[in-house]
């Protein structure tokens, strides 16, 4: 079993429409984790940190369920703009990052 | 504040050759780490480093070597390169704290033939 598991997609979405990608973790030791966004032949940037109580930026909202070892990233009236990869990222100990493979999102016209 | 500077950006070499990946930064971050990426396999992490002078194994450093001899540099040296090894190189940096996520470098293609 992968670490990090996201699925790889892709979404095909219109314009204004709410997707939500889902990744689960299977260290449950793990502390910190984030979503980055990684656009075609660039370098992953981050997103935004996830927090236990669930953390909400603009149109983005993510939320850690810990527990069940599940992360979610919502995003509300998707633009043009977001089409890109979303990976989930785990910290998997002493500055050991894990990597999810992506799930891929496309928003069209 | 140029934040993660890698050079070069495209690079080929030929089996068995060797050469260094360069990766600066200029935040004071305290670690730096470096991956890789493949098709449909994320990113996988090779070494990393927690300060000047201390490095670590990560996911997959068979082939490769690194050293941190300055907070800034952190090198990734090939030491005798194979077909395996094309990939997409990425280095990245943070602040010591664990909230903090990785800012990272642009990127080294890398095709070996």
């Known amino acids: 079993r992968k670490e990090v598991e996201q699925d790889p997609g892709p979404f095909n979405v219109p314009e204004g429409a709410t997707v939500a990608f889902n990744c689960t973790y299977s260290?449950?030791?793990?502390?910190?984790f984030f979503w980055y966004r990684q656009d075609c032949r660039k370098e992953p940037k981050l997103l935004m940190s996830?927090?236990?109580s669930g953390n909400e930026d603009g149109r983005f909202t993510a939320q850690l369920n810990r527990a069940s070892q599940y992360i979610s990233l919502l995003i509300r009236d998707s633009k043009l703009s977001d089409s890109a990869t979303y990976l989930c990222?785990?910290?998997?100990?002493?500055?050991?990052?894990?990597f999810g493979a992506g799930t891929r999102l496309a928003v069209h016209p | 504040n140029a934040g993660v500077t890698q050079t070069p950006k495209f690079q080929v070499l030929k089996t068995g050759q060797s050469m260094t990946l360069q990766c600066a930064q200029d935040m004071n971050h305290e670690y730096m780490s470096w991956y890789r990426q493949d098709p449909g396999m994320g990113l996988r992490l090779i070494h990393y480093s927690v300060g000047a002078g201390i490095t670590d194994q990560g996911e997959v450093p068979n082939g490769y070597n690194v050293s941190r001899s300055t907070t800034e540099d952190f090198p990734l040296r090939l030491l005798s390169a194979a077909p395996s090894q094309t990939s997409v190189y990425f280095c990245?940096?943070?602040?010591?704290?664990?909230?903090?996520?990785?800012?990272f470098g642009s990127g080294t293609r890398l095709t070996v033939v």
């Open positions: 990222v785990v910290n998997g100990g002493y500055n050991k990052l894990i």
């Open positions: 996830v927090y236990s």
């Open positions: 260290n449950s030791a793990s502390q910190s």
């Open positions: 990245a940096s943070r602040l010591r704290s664990r909230n903090y996520g990785y800012t």
